[in-house]
């Protein structure tokens, strides 16, 4: 079967699991995998394709050189682990692609350069620019100084973000397991599920933890989240392995196509929806949550019964209902402090008895996102 949003995709992310870039039990960088993942991307730049590399593997990569066998479990021990391999997981990919003739960039990441509006642009920016030079981004996380990062996901939710934040066509996930199986693989009778029409098909899937050589974060449950925010904000996603990677971008059905089912927006709105962290919550009443959802109007203060959390004016913000469900996140334009004194009254009383500046919005609704 011919997977059109696969061949069809002029802009794609690639991640890679730890896992599928070490040896046996984590112990080397696998120079031949490296080698692999990097004629893939050659491949798909010279059919015309935009191409972003999400890397894992920094710390497992400077493992060897500091001896050790297995993966600290210590911050500090991870953090110089990663400052070890970093250099030399970059030095080897910038050496392959070399073989190509393409030019390969490092772009280090935290998660503040996803979560802060001002980060995001100026990443996306970069981004954008390195893809119209016909350059390889190589992006990892910056672990050797993160911290939340390093406890992220395995990068897995870092490339659904990098997908969004590009407008990518297509993201795609490598790891040491070729699909999403229908129970444990190591299961006798185990099946792999080829497609996947909407996230809810597979709820009562089994999935596990880490991969098997032991040096990655994420596992299928970081996989998941991943193809939700992808598919969410109308990006397909495809799992497979490094050795099917291959057929599986030439259409083959191989590996799990999770297809796209949301509506693209554009980037402002995505980031609010799925990077942005919220610093507070706005509790609304019956009303105000039904003008929300079936109205699409702005967030009057008449509507708003509490206020929870600290924040300041242009901070995200999440929009709760009485039954205490989320609908949706919003770019709040006043400060936490201020809000107390406007619940529950009209933007006309409060600019008479308050001043003018209180005459509009608490959440404007192009600020707003449904979820």
């Known amino acids: ?111 503040e350069d996803v979560v802060r509006r001002s980060h995001y642009q100026n990443a996306q920016q970069t981004l954008f620019k390195l893809l119209s030079l016909g350059v390889v981004p190589i992006i990892n996380e910056n672990d050797s100084v993160g911290t939340q990062e390093i406890r992220f996901g395995d990068n897995d939710r870092l490339a659904a973000l990098v997908a969004l934040l590009i407008g990518a066509d297509l993201l795609v996930l490598i790891s040491d397991v070729d699909a999403l199986y229908d129970a444990p693989p190591s299961q006798p009778g185990a099946k792999a599920i080829h497609l996947v029409n909407a996230m809810s098909d597979i709820e009562s899937v089994v999935v596990g933890g880490a991969g098997t050589a032991g040096v990655g974060s994420g596992g299928m449950v970081t996989k998941i989240e991943a193809a939700r925010i992808s598919t969410g904000a109308g990006i397909p996603m495809l799992l497979t392995s490094l050795e099917k990677a291959e057929q599986a971008l030439s259409g083959a059905e191989v590996g799990t196509l999770f297809a796209a089912h949301g509506v693209r927006t554009n980037s402002r709105l995505l980031w609010l929806a799925h990077a942005s962290t919220p610093q507070g919550r706005l509790i609304l009443d019956a009303g105000a949550v039904t003008a929300i959802l079936e109205r699409g109007v702005s967030l009057l203060p008449a509507g708003v019964t509490a206020v929870e959390g600290e924040f300041i004016a242009g901070d995200t913000v999440e929009l709760v209902g009485p039954d205490q469900k989320v609908i949706a996140r919003g770019l709040v334009a006043f400060d936490s402090a201020e809000i107390p004194q406007m619940l529950g009254r009209s933007t006309k009383e409060l600019a008479a008895s308050l001043g003018a500046e209180y005459e509009r919005e608490l959440v404007h609704r192009d600020d707003l996102v449904l979820l």
Do not use: C, W
Not at 28 to 55: F, M, P, Q, W, Y
């Open 1 to 111: 079967m011919n997977r059109i949003e696969v061949t069809g995709a002029k802009r794609v992310v690639i991640k890679i699991g730890s896992s599928s870039l070490t040896g046996e039990a984590g112990s080397h960088l696998n120079e031949s995998a490296v080698s692999k993942i990097v004629d893939l991307v050659a491949t798909l730049t010279k059919r015309g394709a935009e191409v972003a590399l999400v890397t894992s593997g920094a710390i497992a990569t400077g493992l060897a050189p500091l001896g050790l066998k297995v993966r600290p479990k210590d911050l500090a021990t991870q953090q110089a682990a990663a400052s070890v391999g970093q250099g030399l997981l970059i030095a080897k990919y910038n050496q392959n692609f070399a073989r190509h003739d393409i030019v390969s960039s490092q772009v280090l990441l935290t998660t």
